[in-house]
Structure formats: structure tokens, C-alpha cells
């Protein structure tokens, strides 16, 4: 059996599956129900300075975008942070925290970006027992109008400052959070590191409107006929959240520097990729607003029988195996050709890949061959895209082989075994610079 | 088998204690009709036509529209319905066929598009095309009295004769070109087999009617009941009075056992008594058998038994003369029949009727087999079922009487690709000719072209 357990910064957890600062983190009953159905550790929902608690709407919060079935793949909220008295969090992260001492217990803060703010708070959490901090730079609405969340979480000077103001008045282990709102993750994650922070977390919700009503014309949620800009998470974000991990694991300033993966993880799959990607850890808020704590055994047991397979013991036998081979596209072998292949017993004739490449590719498949519905790739006009292996309906029905040897039908040129990128391609105007 | 040898053996005439072949109705309690002649298949409700509508893959040259008779253009009303248009799925059903609420419930959907369905091929369970079109289709009628609009009057005058599917389909396509309609049926009420044919609990309620109703509500055709090609109309006179004609008459005719004894009580035409009751305002007062035997293999044999059982008949046998597979019913009809407590039983065909006191008492079957080429032959051994009622049901014919010089072709009336009969005025379409099988999506499809050839002919 793998050994799921985790040491990130010295935060133990029996396994990597941490529930993010959100509803589900809020208080605890939430927390001890989730440690009760298996999950390694979270991190409670952002406390605020002290003082009269801030207020959420009384009206609908959340929004959502749908696939088949109404699957949910994307959730939408306008949520603040813990609407809570401080006290009362504190008191329930310590008592938490003594009942379930084997569970990572992170707390998530956010304050004025004032040092006076974050020195005041930080010892109160410290004497929870609370195993680190992280600092909420994400929230993309209500907060960051306050000049709190991802205001500050945009700009990286500001990141660094609160980091180390932080790093020098506790103990705990400190982890940025980062919001996706930035056109470039990577310097946000720098000034984390220069400020000291010991890992980022990644990412928060992305600023979205979900939906407009047709009827009232208002922004959904609607509260009394208007909607403002809420966080964007769940299935959806994957991708997006995916490549900034990818990003900072590669950066040549962050290389190294401990990441908690967020955004999206709903099975151990999703969970797997971001270790691969070098997460430590990994976090998770609306897969368990969407199903309920209990989906954490499936993702214990998937990524537990992956990594038996594979012949992983630890966690750590696995992670960031993925970075070396994020690459930017200059890198890609050009040389590399593929041609798509349709297994005609798991075909059932859609059509979907045709009228795909027809109306919109390389009229790569056929439709009719000798009169009969039939569905056949021409290699002399295949581009190997990838396009009709995302739109058939029935799993590796389509698959890319890889031409080894022999002549491209579409180019009429012979398959080359060897590596060559653009950096060196005769049409890269910069190559024949260089080579001038 | 010993146990029908046995049957041969008793002197079935007067069975012991029993006085008369025994047919009658309320045979059941109230309820129990009012259960029996329910939907069949319950329509939809909103959320399970969006479930179901999420699992249509918008194939490309859709294989079920290529099913459809009529051509529907089933992945886009589906997304329509995904998309919350309900209205807007309806009219690409009604653009294609005009009946497609009716269709929506008697189609043998899983001969036709369901069978094409994509998800049949790969799970055994295709998208359930009929009770979402009958879901589109239920939405606009309820908020619209007709579909479509007329173009301007074009002063031109068609007949057509039946106002069965294809005449219906035929008249409404010409109405919306502009032309004027007059619809002359025979009977009083239209319909065509939709009103006195169909199964009761496939289309529950008056919905024959509300369909026609729907369909004239488009303007410019006048109902003319009680009016027969041959009594009322000549093809000449009708030729003469208007532009074109249109012949949508069905079959008329039933075939014959061809056994003595035919004309005893008790021995009917499946389709007569199935019109019977498909009138019956109150199902409790239709009678049946006790004991009933329906011969025949297809869609009537079928929707006779059926609906025998449900009004009480205690023991209902379908015999067809061949196996299963070469039955027209379909395996589903056959399973329809079989939980409705039909027993099937095959390659046996009518011998003898037995009569007594003038009325029917039971019926011998030789036993059949067939041979490499498809030939059935008898094989001499006979077995006899008691039954107080014998529904023939092997088929329907046309009866050309009225139709003049008008050519046939396989006993029905010919026409050419455009549905236009040797008559260069007249069309034809349906039932009462001979192509494709006798459905009423078929109909529907009949009418509608012969409407496009009519609609050319005119304006030429
Ligand atoms: C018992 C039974 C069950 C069936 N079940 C199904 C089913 O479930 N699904 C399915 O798709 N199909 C079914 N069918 C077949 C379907 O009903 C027919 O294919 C369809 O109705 C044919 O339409 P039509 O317009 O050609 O003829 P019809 O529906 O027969 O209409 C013909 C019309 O013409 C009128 N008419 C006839 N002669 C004259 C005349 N001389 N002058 C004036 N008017 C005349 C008649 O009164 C009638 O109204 C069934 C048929 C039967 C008999
Ligand atoms: C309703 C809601 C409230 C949230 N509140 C907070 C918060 O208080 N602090 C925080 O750091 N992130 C908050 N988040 C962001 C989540 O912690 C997480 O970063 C984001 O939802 C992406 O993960 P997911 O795709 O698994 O949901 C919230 C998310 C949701 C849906
Ligand atoms: S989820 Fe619970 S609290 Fe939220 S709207 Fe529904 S019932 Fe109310
Ligand atoms: S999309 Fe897939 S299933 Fe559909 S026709 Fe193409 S290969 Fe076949
Ligand atoms: S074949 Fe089935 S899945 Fe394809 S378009 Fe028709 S109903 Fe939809």
C-alpha cells in the first residue's frame, strides 16, 4: 500500500488532501465532519482582523455554468471572508486542532495591509496550536474593493511586504495564496519568495460574471435586481490553475519553492496532476460544496492505487515528475508527426469528427466511403490536430499515432527521427538572423 | 403436444355448463379501465426532457433523421429543447411533419429513428427521440392553435379525398402556399385511422381531434364530412370543379379467412372492432370475449389483443401463420403484447371454424412450417382453441371501386416519384398506395410531397 502521508513544511498530514479556506472550512462542525470522512488537513476560512465581522449578502451567492445533466463545472460566488467573530473561530480552530492532532490545521488570514493589523492577529492564531498561516491575497471581490485580497494579492510589492512582516512576528509556517487575477503568476510568486514565505498556494477564484439574466437583465446572482463580479472556481478553472503551477515549479527565481495546489480538483486525477506538477499538497472547495465531504475516500483510494501501479511508495516518489517536461512552445519537436486513427468497432458513426474537420479543420475524414456511413481518416490531409479525438463521444475511440518512419502523405516529405525546433526552423525569421 | 391433441379431442360446441359463446362488457370495474387505457408511455416532464435531451450528440447527417419518413431534423429540435426553445423544437417538427404530435406517439420509433440512434449502437439505449418530440410537440399545442402562416391567396383550388394523415398533411402544406383546400371524407369525423384506428392508450384522450383541429386552424381548408368518392364525388366531377386532386383514401377492404363460417356472431374484422371502440364513449360497454383468438401477425393483430385484454377478455390468443421474425409487429409491439397477458402463438394458420347455433365457438389451426425459399407449407397436425370471439386481423386492402381510369399498381393506386397518378390532375398518397410500409409517419410524408408537386404543378 502507498504511503500517502505528507510533510509539507513541516505540517504533517496523512495524506494531501486539504480543504481550502471556504464555507467548508468555516466552523467547526464543517471541519470535524470533513476529518471524520478522511481529509488530511484544511485551511479554515479567512479570519479577519477583530472587531465587528463582516456581513455577506442575505441573497444568493453562488452561480453556476453546467454540462450534460447538469453536471456542475463551474461555480461562481460573491462570498467574504469568515462573517464570524473572531473569538469564536479561534476558539473552534483550538479545540479542533486538540481534538484531531494528526490533521494539518492552516489558518487562513486576511487583514489591512497595515503591519500593526497582521501583528496584532498573528499571536492570537499562534496560540490556537494552528500549524501555519496563509495569507489570502485571492478573494477577487467585496475584499479587494477594501483594498484587502486581491488588491494587494496584484501587486507584488505589497505580497512581499505582508510576507515578511509575517515571517518576522510568528513561528508558523507562512504560505501566500495567490489570486489567477495578473497577467503573470510568476512575479507575484517571486515577491512571495522574497519576502520569505514558505510555499504559495494556488489559485484562488477568478473573477467572473456567470451569467446574465435574460429577464431581469441583471448579472446572476442577483440580489434585488443586481449582480457584481464574483470568484470563478470548480472543474473549469483546472486548466488555468494547472499551468500557473506549472509556471512558478519552473521558474528559474521559484524553482523549489513549495506549492498547494488548488483550482478544480475533483477526483484523484485532478489531484495526481498537480503533484506531478510539484505540488506538495493540494486543496479542494468545490468539489465538496458540490458533493459533500465523503468524495475524499474515492480520491484517497484512486490516487493510492495509482501510485501502487506505478510502483510509487511516497508522494514524493512522483512529484514534479511533470515539470521538466512543461517546456515553452519554441521547444517542440517539429520533427514529431501524428495522424489520427479511428477504431471502427467502437465507432458508432456520429459523425462528429467529420463535420468537425470539414467544417472547421483539414476535411481529414471521410463520411461516405462506397456509398456506406463511414468515418476514416485521409492521412494526406491529416495535421494530426488533435480535434476529432476531442470531440468523439466515445473514449479512445480515436487515438494520434505517432509516424515513426516512412513519408508524411500530407507534406510528401520523409519522417525525420530527428529533434528540430523553430528556434532553428529556415521559416523563423530570427533563426535566419542567427544564422546570417 | 399432448395438450393441444387433448383440445382436438373435446367436443368444444357446448362446453358443459355454459350457454352460448360468452361476450360481453363491464367486465371490469371502473377503475380498472380508466388504468388500463391510460398512456402508454406517460409523457415527459420538463426535467427528464432535459436530462434526456443532454444525450443527444448532434451527430453529423444524423442517422435517426435519415430513419424518420418525414425527415425531422431530430439533433436540432433536441438541442432546441436543451436550450430551453421548446416552441422553437416544435417548429422544426412541424415544418417537416405537421402531425408530428401524433407521430410522437404511434410511430414504431424503434424500428424507425430510435434504431438509427447513435446511443443504440453503442449502449442499447437510444435517446428517447419519440417522447421528446411528443414533449416538444404537447408544449406548442398547448400554447398555439395552429402552425404556420399562409401565404398569399393564390385563387387555386384543391380537392383532397380522406382526411386521414396524408390528406391532412397534404391539405395544411398547400393551405400555407396559399391555395384553397376542401377535405371530403366518407365519414363523419376526420381522422382517418388516427380517430378509428390507433390504439386507444397511444393517443389517450380526444387527441386525434385537438391534431386535426390544430392542423385546419392554419386557415383556407374546408371539412366536408359524410362526402364518398364513388357515392357522393366522382373523380371526373372533382377534377373538373378544381385545380388538382388529392387522393388519401387508405384501405377500406379487409381480407378474408376464407373458412365456412366466417359470417357466425362472434367472428369479426379486428379493424371494425377496434373503430368500434375506439368510438365507445364509455370503454366499459364494449364487448368482448371471454375467450378470444386474434389472427394475424401485425400492428392491428397486435393492438387488437391488446386492447382485448384490457377490457376484460380472460384469455387472448395472437396466432400468426410464420415465426416471430417474419411478423410486422415488432419485437417491442410483441413485448407490449406479452406483458399485456397476450399469449403468441406462430406458424400455425386458420383451418376451421367451429359454429354453433350460428355463433362461433372455437377455431382450428394446421400446424406450418417453411421451407429454404421462405414457403410455408402445412404440415396436416391441428390443434383447436375454444374462443368465443375470433378477430381477423390479416390484413387491409384497397378497394379501387371509385376510382375510374386512374391506373393501379400491386392493387393500390400507382403513381410516379411526386406522388401523382396517371390522372395528370390527381395525386395520391398513404395508405392507398404502394409504397413504403402503412404507417402514419408515411402517410404524413405522402402528402407532404405530393403537396410540393401539386404546389409546382400550380404555379407552373
Ligand atoms: C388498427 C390499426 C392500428 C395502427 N396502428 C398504427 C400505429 O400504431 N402506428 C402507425 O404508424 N401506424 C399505425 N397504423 C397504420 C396507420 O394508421 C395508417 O398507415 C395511416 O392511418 C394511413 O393514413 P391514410 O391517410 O393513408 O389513411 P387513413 O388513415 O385510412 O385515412 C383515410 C381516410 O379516407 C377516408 N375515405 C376512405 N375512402 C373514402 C372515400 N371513398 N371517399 C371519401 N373518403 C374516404 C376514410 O374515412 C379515412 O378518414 C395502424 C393501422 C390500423 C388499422
Ligand atoms: C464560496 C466560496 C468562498 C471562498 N472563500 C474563500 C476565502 O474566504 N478565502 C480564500 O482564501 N479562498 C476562498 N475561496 C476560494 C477557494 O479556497 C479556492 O481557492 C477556489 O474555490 C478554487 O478551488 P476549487 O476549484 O476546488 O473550488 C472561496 C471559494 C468559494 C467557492
Ligand atoms: S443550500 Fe441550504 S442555505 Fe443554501 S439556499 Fe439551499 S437550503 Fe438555503
Ligand atoms: S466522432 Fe468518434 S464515434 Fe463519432 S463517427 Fe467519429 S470516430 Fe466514430
Ligand atoms: S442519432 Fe441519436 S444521438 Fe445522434 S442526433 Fe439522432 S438522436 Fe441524437
Redesign the interface.
Known amino acids: 500500500m502507498a504511503d500517502l502521508s505528507t510533510n509539507f513544511l513541516g505540517i504533517r498530514s496523512p495524506n494531501p488532501f486539504w480543504l481550502a479556506s471556504a464555507p467548508p472550512t468555516d466552523k467547526q462542525y464543517n471541519v470535524e465532519r470533513a476529518f471524520r470522512a478522511g481529509w488530511g488537513g484544511v485551511v479554515w476560512k479567512t479570519l479577519g482582523e477583530d472587531g465587528p465581522p463582516v456581513v455577506n449578502v442575505n441573497g444568493p451567492r453562488y452561480g453556476a455554468i453546467h454540462g450534460a445533466d447538469r453536471r456542475l463545472l463551474g461555480l461562481n460566488n460573491i462570498e467574504l471572508i469568515t462573517d464570524r467573530p473572531l473569538e469564536v473561530n479561534l476558539r473552534e480552530i483550538a479545540e479542533v486542532k486538540k481534538n484531531w492532532p494528526d490533521r494539518a490545521m492552516i489558518v487562513s488570514i486576511m487583514v489591512p495591509c497595515e503591519e500593526q493589523a497582521w501583528k496584532a492577529i498573528l499571536p492570537l492564531v499562534e496560540a490556537t496550536g494552528a500549524d501555519g498561516i496563509e495569507l489570502n491575497f485571492g478573494c477577487p471581490h467585496g475584499m479587494s474593493e477594501r483594498g484587502m485580497g486581491s488588491a494587494v494579492g496584484q501587486v507584488p510589492e505589497y505580497i512581499e511586504m505582508v510576507a515578511r512582516w509575517c515571517k518576522q512576528t510568528t513561528r508558523m509556517p507562512v504560505i501566500v495564496k495567490l489570486t489567477p487575477n495578473i497577467t503573470d503568476i510568476r512575479y507575484p510568486a517571486r515577491a512571495a519568495k522574497k519576502g520569505g514565505a514558505d510555499a504559495v498556494s494556488l489559485i484562488n477564484t477568478i473573477s467572473s460574471i456567470i451569467s446574465v439574466d435574460l429577464d431581469s437583465f441583471s448579472p446572476t446572482p442577483s440580489i434585488d435586481g443586481r449582480g457584481s463580479h464574483g470568484g470563478y472556481c470548480g472543474p473549469a478553472v483546472k486548466p488555468i490553475a494547472l499551468n500557473m503551477v506549472a509556471e512558478i515549479a519552473r521558474d528559474a527565481e521559484t524553482r523549489g519553492l513549495p506549492i498547494s495546489g488548488i483550482g478544480g480538483i475533483t477526483t484523484w486525477r485532478d489531484a495526481a496532476e498537480y503533484i506531478a506538477l510539484g505540488c506538495g499538497t493540494v486543496q479542494v472547495c468545490t468539489a465538496a460544496m458540490t458533493y459533500g465531504f465523503k468524495i475524499v475516500q474515492e480520491m484517497i483510494d484512486g490516487l493510492s492505487a495509482y501510485m501502487d501501479e506505478k510502483g510509487f511508495r511516497t508522494i514524493e516518489d512522483f512529484r514534479g515528475r511533470a515539470v521538466p517536461n512543461v517546456t515553452d512552445w519554441q521547444y517542440l519537436n517539429l520533427n514529431y508527426i501524428a495522424k489520427a486513427r479511428i477504431d471502427q468497432d467502437a465507432c458508432i458513426k456520429c459523425g462528429r469528427c467529420h463535420i468537425a474537420c470539414e467544417d472547421t479543420s483539414h476535411q481529414a475524414i471521410t463520411s461516405m466511403v462506397d456509398g456506406k456511413r463511414h468515418f476514416e481518416v485521409i492521412d494526406a490531409e491529416c495535421v494530426g490536430c488533435n480535434l476529432c479525438v476531442s470531440v468523439c463521444p466515445v473514449e479512445n475511440c480515436i487515438t494520434m499515432e505517432e509516424m515513426v518512419a516512412g513519408t508524411d502523405p500530407r507534406t510528401g516529405r520523409p519522417v525525420s527521427p530527428d529533434y528540430a525546433n523553430w528556434t532553428t526552423h529556415p521559416n523563423n525569421p530570427m533563426a535566419r538572423v542567427a544564422a546570417e | 403436444m399432448t395438450e393441444l391433441a387433448a383440445a382436438d379431442t373435446v367436443p368444444f360446441e357446448t362446453a358443459p355448463g355454459t350457454a352460448g359463446p360468452d361476450i360481453r362488457g363491464q367486465r371490469l370495474a371502473a377503475a380498472d379501465y380508466a388504468r388500463n387505457f391510460s398512456d402508454m408511455h406517460p409523457p415527459l416532464g420538463r426535467h427528464e426532457a ?2 434526456e435531451s ?2 443527444c ?7 435517426c433523421q435519415t430513419a424518420c419518413p418525414t425527415g425531422i431534423d431530430i439533433p436540432l429540435f433536441i438541442r432546441k429543447i436543451g436550450t430551453g426553445n421548446v416552441d422553437g423544437a416544435a417548429s422544426t417538427i412541424f415544418e417537416a411533419n405537421i402531425l408530428g404530435g401524433m407521430c410522437a406517439r404511434v410511430c414504431p420509433t424503434e424500428t424507425l429513428c430510435e434504431d438509427a440512434c ?2 443504440h ?2 449502449e442499447d439505449r437510444p435517446v428517447r427521440i419519440g417522447l421528446l418530440q411528443r414533449y416538444a410537440t404537447d408544449h406548442f399545442m398547448q400554447g398555439h392553435t395552429s402552425f404556420g402562416t399562409r401565404k398569399a391567396p393564390t385563387g387555386k383550388r384543391v380537392a383532397v379525398v380522406g382526411a386521414g394523415p396524408a390528406g391532412l398533411s397534404c391539405a395544411h402544406a398547400l393551405a400555407s402556399e396559399g391555395h384553397d383546400v376542401t377535405i371530403f371524407d366518407a365519414r363523419g369525423k376526420p381522422g382517418g385511422l388516427n380517430e378509428h384506428g390507433i390504439a386507444a392508450y397511444k393517443a389517450v384522450g380526444d387527441f386525434a381531434q385537438e391534431e386535426v383541429d390544430f392542423i385546419l386552424g392554419i386557415g383556407g381548408i374546408t371539412l366536408e364530412g359524410g362526402k364518398a368518392l364513388g357515392r357522393d364525388l366522382a373523380i371526373e366531377t372533382l377534377t373538373a370543379e378544381f385545380d388538382a386532386v388529392f387522393l388519401g383514401v387508405g384501405l377500406q377492404g379487409v381480407n378474408a379467412l376464407g373458412l365456412s363460417g366466417e359470417a357466425a356472431a362472434g367472428v369479426v374484422d379486428a379493424v371494425a372492432w377496434i373503430e368500434a371502440m375506439r368510438q365507445a364513449e364509455d370503454k366499459g360497454n364494449v364487448p368482448v370475449g371471454r375467450r378470444v383468438v386474434v389472427i394475424g401477425g401485425g400492428m392491428t393483430a397486435v393492438d387488437a389483443a391488446v386492447q382485448a385484454r384490457k377490457l376484460g377478455a380472460e384469455e387472448v390468443t395472437m396466432v400468426y401463420r410464420r415465426g416471430e421474425a417474419a411478423m410486422n409487429a415488432s419485437a417491442f409491439e410483441r413485448e407490449v403484447a406479452r406483458n399485456a397477458g397476450v399469449v403468441i402463438r406462430t406458424f400455425a394458420r386458420p383451418a376451421e371454424l367451429h359454429v354453433a347455433a350460428g355463433a362461433v365457438t372455437g377455431i382450428s389451426f394446421e400446424k406450418t412450417v417453411t421451407d429454404a425459399e421462405g414457403r410455408l407449407t402445412g404440415t396436416g397436425e391441428r390443434f383447436t382453441l375454444a374462443a368465443d370471439q375470433v378477430m381477423k386481423a390479416i390484413g387491409q386492402s384497397f378497394e379501387p371501386g371509385p376510382l375510374g381510369t386512374i391506373g393501379l399498381e400491386d392493387g393500390r393506386i400507382a403513381v410516379d416519384a411526386a406522388f401523382r397518378t396517371t390522372n395528370a390532375k390527381v395525386w395520391a398518397g398513404g395508405d392507398c398506395v404502394p409504397a413504403g410500409e402503412d404507417l402514419t409517419v408515411v402517410a404524413v410524408e405522402h402528402g407532404k410531397r405530393a403537396a410540393r408537386s401539386i404546389n409546382a404543378a400550380l404555379k407552373a
Open positions: 432535459l436530462v443532454d444525450r450528440y448532434f451527430c453529423y447527417d444524423a442517422p447513435v446511443r449502437t453503442a
